[in-house]
DNA sequence: ACTATACTTAACCTTTTGGTAAAGTGTCAA
DNA sequence: TTGACACTTTACCAAAAGGTTAAGTATAGT
């Protein structure tokens, strides 16, 4: 599903650093590839987890890559946890409610 | 670190299905097991991934290992989030004081 | 004591991930 | 036109992930 894709994509300090920084603006890939320990074609990889998942878009003009930021699949990972928002609220009189919209499938 | 282990448990369907289980109260490992296509052992590591990040916490008595939810690390995993919500509401007029939340650091 | 239950552990397998180095491609600028 | 720049592609590697089966351990019930 795409939401494991987003979680994934959420679950490397560095792509979390990348999308820090494409929130800032566009930034080249060779610009933002100087933040970090190791070698373009690794970030690269990182752009194309951020990328797949679509937290990311490029645009290349010349030879330059452009990235910035599309924050729509954070609001689809946000709309998930939010549904356990309660647990950590100690919001336990509401509990009732949000139980409800836990999914009662049998397997996924 | 801890966010990133956080964010990989949620990032597969199986693991975020068990959350949803375990939210409505204590599981037996052996009663969460029939609700999946897999083995018992293959759910067990997801219980570890679960357990190892905070989100199931167990509690063995007899030969029965019960399964509760803490969501504690959710809200980690939310915070996070948070601070990118002002991209997919489109409120850019509040985009500078997000933005100033963003760090600045050179490297993760 | 015997047996079924509820895990637990171990060994193994395949695929994915995250990184590398090195060579290739396309574009800009002197 | 030549060279530097900004990727891009390819091939490779080690480690981690997600699953399996099979055997082992501890407890509960008869």
Same mark, same amino acid.
């Given at each position: 599903?795409?939401?494991?894709?987003?979680?994934?994509?959420?679950?490397?300090?560095?792509?979390? &650093?990348?999308? +820090? %920084? $494409?929130?800032?603006?566009?930034?080249?890939?060779?610009? =933002?590839?100087?933040?970090?320990?190791?070698?373009?074609?690794?970030?690269?990889?990182?752009?194309?987890?951020?990328?797949?998942?679509?937290?990311?878009?490029? &645009?290349?003009? +010349? %030879? $330059?890559?452009?990235?910035?930021?599309?924050?729509?699949? =954070?609001?689809?990972?946000?709309?998930?946890?939010?549904?356990?928002?309660?647990?950590?609220?100690?919001?336990?009189?509401?509990?009732?409610?949000?139980?409800?919209?836990?999914?009662?499938?049998?397997?996924?």
């Amino acid at each position: 599903m795409t939401l494991d894709r987003v979680f994934y994509a959420l679950s490397d300090s560095t792509r979390r &650093d990348i999308l +820090g %920084r $494409v929130a800032r603006g566009p930034v080249a890939v060779s610009e =933002l590839a100087k933040r970090y320990q190791m070698s373009l074609p690794a970030v690269v990889k990182h752009l194309g987890v951020l990328g797949s998942c679509g937290l990311v878009k490029t &645009d290349k003009v +010349g %030879r $330059v890559r452009s990235c910035t930021l599309d924050a729509a699949p =954070l609001k689809a990972a946000d709309d998930w946890i939010e549904t356990y928002r309660v647990f950590w609220e100690g919001r336990f009189d509401r509990l009732g409610e949000y139980l409800n919209e836990l999914s009662e499938d049998p397997a996924p």
